[in-house]
């Protein structure tokens, strides 16, 4: 298959195709053990702190503004 002779819309849903392979591969995949000791840490880290963080909405709004002013 030679790619750069696909449409821009046939590179699109192969691109969709793969990332759909991916997901579904990547779900299957254990965890290691070092990536669950990370996750564990930034837990307790989260659980002490008690700051989750700013919502989606507001976080937009940020993005959106940054971007006006460039």
Known sequence: MNIQQLSISEKILLAEELWESIRADATQ??????????????????E??????????????RVVANGQNT
């Open 29 to 46: 995949e254990p965890l290691q053990s070092k990536h669950k000791e990370v996750l564990n840490q930034r837990l307790q880290a989260l």
């Open 48 to 61: 002490m702190d008690g700051d989750i963080g700013d919502s989606w909405e507001n976080v937009l709004q």
